[in-house]
T-cell receptor, first 108, second 116 residues
């Protein structure tokens, strides 16, 4: 069964802290997406990766295919990073399976 | 300029009515999707079309009927609306590779449907 687990479910941190959000999945995948959902509801794709590491600004995504695990890191966190972050593996077919999301709150 | 657009943004209607949500993308992608986000904020795929052909049809009541007149448009028609249909519906698009999306998915702003 294609399952996705994210942790933590909720994360509150002080501005400037280094943030890590984890995603584990049950079977092999072709790619994994990290999405950000703003408080206003809009969804933005942050990364799509199938191996190694990708970096965009203060955001870094890593994936370990053997361990079936991916992490999203945010360096020098800022209140505008407050959002829900969703992990979505692609289990080799056309559709994404979504994690339950991690609600991140950064306090000034 | 908007990459993926949806109309309407908000939809409030009575139980039993029929309504449609429209989606358009100007990214030249060949694949479009409908997702439902329930009150617990959990996202789930409903349908996907690739080059106007249905390729994903999850366990969705047949009151929901997608229609793709061309690659750039995917509409969702819902008959006999029920209270449980209240949710946010997101449209998205991507370019499909041989084993799944070739690139990131681009999401529309969502349509908040409230059934009274």
């Amino acid at each position: 069964k294609n399952e996705v687990e994210q942790s933590p479910q909720n994360l509150t941190a002080q501005e400037g802290e280094f943030i890590t959000i984890n995603c584990s999945y049950s079977v092999g995948i072709s790619a994994l997406h990290w999405l950000q959902q703003h408080p206003g509801g809009g969804i933005v794709s942050l990364f799509m990766l199938s191996s190694g590491k990708k970096k965009h600004g203060r955001l870094i995504a890593t994936i370990n295919i053997q361990e079936k695990h991916s992490s999203l890191h945010i360096t020098a966190s800022h209140p505008r990073d407050s959002a829900v972050y969703i992990c979505a593996p692609n289990f080799g077919n056309e559709k994404l399976t979504f994690g339950t999301g991690t609600r991140l709150t950064i306090i000034p | 300029d908007t990459a993926v657009s949806q109309t309407p943004k908000y939809l409030v209607t009575q139980m039993g009515n029929d309504k449609s949500i429209k989606c358009e993308q100007n990214l030249g992608h060949d694949t479009m999707y409908w997702y439902k986000q329930d009150s617990k904020k959990f996202l789930k795929i409903m349908f996907s079309y690739n080059n106007k052909e249905l390729i994903i049809n999850e366990t969705v009541p047949n009151r929901f009927s997608p229609k793709s007149p061309d690659k750039a448009h995917l509409n969702l028609h819902i008959n006999s609306l029920e209270l449980g249909d209240s949710a946010v519906y997101f449209c998205a698009s991507s370019q499909l590779g041989t084993s799944g999306p070739k690139d990131e998915q681009f999401f529309g702003p969502g349509t908040r449907l409230t059934v009274l």
